[in-house]
């Protein structure tokens, strides 16, 4: 098992900028395929951005182009660069590690997008 720490979270005017940090331990980090999700309130929670261990990535269509995941397998760091930020982005963040059968979370980080 892997544990996740997520930081980063906060709030922010629409059009700007927030980067999300999800620090794993506990397992050997490289091996695991990295997501975020995120949950609003009333909503299921939802698949925002996954990256691979070979760095393949793929984007829920309402945050392509917006949102940029990366890790750093050197510093066990998975990141979610948010720009142009909306409203709708409104939601709790989870970290996800995820290898065959194993899934971990994350405890979650607030973002809230408003004027």
């Known amino acids: 098992q892997v544990q996740l720490v997520e930081s980063g979270g906060g709030l922010v005017q629409p059009g700007g900028s927030l980067r999300l940090s999800c620090a794993a331990s506990?397992?050997?980090?490289?091996?695991?395929?990295m997501g975020w999700y995120r949950q609003a309130p009333g909503k299921q929670r939802e698949l925002v951005a996954r990256?691979?261990?070979?760095?393949?990535?793929n984007y829920a269509d309402s945050v392509k182009g917006r949102f940029t995941i990366s890790r750093d397998n050197a510093k066990n760091t998975v990141y979610l660069q948010m720009n142009s930020l909306k409203p709708e982005d409104t939601a709790v963040y989870y970290c996800?590690?995820?290898?065959?059968?194993?899934?971990?979370w994350g405890q979650g980080t607030q973002v809230t997008v408003s004027s």
């Open positions: 996800n590690a995820a290898l065959g059968f194993s899934n971990s």
């Open positions: 990256i691979t261990n070979g760095r393949n990535t």
């Open positions: 506990g397992s050997i980090f490289s091996i695991y395929i």
